[in-house]
């Protein structure tokens, strides 16, 4: 487990953070420009010194301002990925893999090369001098050299913001994987919101230093508070289910969250795992009496507990599923069903338009 409470100041600005993050998790930090991101990372890998701190990773203090510690990077036995890499271009993969090795002179048997090299796919690329490399596979190079050094918990620092997309789509599956198979602690911080979906068990949001939420990633993004961060999370509803019941035949998933079952297409889902479902808001229909004759699977009862409408005459709809639920529908379909909050309804999903996001 890696924690922290600290406080940095740089006149007039502070940042202020506090948080945990369990063995084998994902901790995103995620913000604006200039929020203090990078800061709370520097802080907990020792770059920087805060006014307040204290950092523990297990049992080991790492800083303890009331005791006056403060252990160097090198003492920390934290792996930090940045954006650009930073690779040696003068040696190979191979030889920028093993260089924290080296340096702490790790017993062989303490570094898994063969491991760390299979899980990132860069067994073919060992003997490649980084110039050969694309800017993935430069990044999933500095990925595994940070897991080969003997770290306890790995902070990265929007490890794929210098990506453009299609390199971006090469390495999110890297960590993903990572993320399954590795027990240590991760910070991760980014401003791309498909990144903390993916990989991030729990989420911190920074504005202007200072925490506007934190806890359970499908908690945080469905928070009021949180929409103006990602104005496009107001047309979306993120879930963690719990599957329930895989109906092999028909290729169908079935899964709960709280009171809210919910049918989708999917494989290679076990039983009792737990699935991230996004639901946009335009693909959710109402119905003020209970749908018959259609083809669609998913008919949910529930309450309409408020409606506004938008300039472009859209109304966006507040519903109670066992769960809050955002939908979407034109205004003329609101007049004449004469929408009202407090109303009981039905919504309407397609299971093939629930997107699995993260298994």
């Known amino acids: 487990m890696l924690s922290w409470d600290v406080e940095k100041r740089f006149g007039d600005f502070a940042l202020v953070a506090k948080g945990t993050v369990a063995a084998g998790g994902v901790h995103a930090v995620f913000g604006p420009s200039g929020s203090g991101k990078s800061t ?27 005791r006056r510690l403060h252990l ?24 920028n893999l093993t260089y924290g090795a080296r340096m702490r002179r790790l017993a062989p048997a303490a570094t898994p090369f063969d491991e760390v090299a299979g899980l990132l796919g860069l067994a073919p690329l060992l003997e490649r001098r980084p110039g050969d490399l694309s800017g993935g596979e430069r ?40 993320r399954a198979t590795n027990d240590m602690p991760m910070v991760y911080v980014t401003h791309a919101v498909d990144e903390v979906l993916r990989l991030a068990d729990t989420i911190t949001v920074l504005d202007q230093g200072k925490a506007v939420a934190e806890g359970g990633v499908a908690e945080v993004l469905n928070a009021p508070a949180t929409r103006r961060f990602v104005p496009g999370l107001a047309e ?59 083809s669609v699977v998913n008919i949910l009862p529930g309450v309409l507990t408020a409606l506004e409408r938008d300039t472009e005459g859209r109304v966006h709809l507040d519903l109670d599923l066992g ?33 699995r996001v993260r298994a």
Do not use: C
């Not at 897991?147 to 790995?154: E, K, P």
């Not at 529908?329 to 909050?341: C, E, G, H, Y």
């Open 40 to 66: 709370l990372l520097n802080l907990l890998a020792g770059l920087l010194k805060g006014e307040r701190q204290s950092i523990r990773l297990g049992q080991r203090w790492l800083a303890d301002s009331g």
């Open 72 to 95: 160097p990077p090198e003492a920390r036995a934290l792996g930090l990925i940045f954006q650009d890499g930073r690779l040696f271009p003068h040696l190979s993969v191979r030889r």
């Open 139 to 178: 990044q999933r190079v500095a990925i595994g050299r940070a897991l080969l050094s003997g770290a306890a918990a790995l902070l990265l620092d929007e490890p794929l913001a210098s990506l453009d997309q299609p390199r971006r789509a090469e390495v999110l599956p890297y960590l993903d994987r990572l």
């Open 236 to 294: 979306e509803t993120v879930i963690d289910a719990q599957v329930r019941e895989i109906d092999r035949v028909n290729g169908l998933v079935r899964a709960r969250a709280g009171a809210m079952a919910l049918a989708l297409m999917g494989s290679g889902l076990a039983l009792g795992s737990t699935v991230r479902l996004r639901l946009a808001a335009r693909d959710i229909a109402v119905a003020t009496e209970p749908p018959r004759n259609t």
């Open 323 to 355: 769960l809050p639920v955002r939908a979407i529908i034109t205004a003329s379909s609101a007049a004449r069903l004469a929408l009202a909050p407090g109303q009981p309804i039905h919504a309407m999903i397609k299971a093939i338009a629930v997107d």
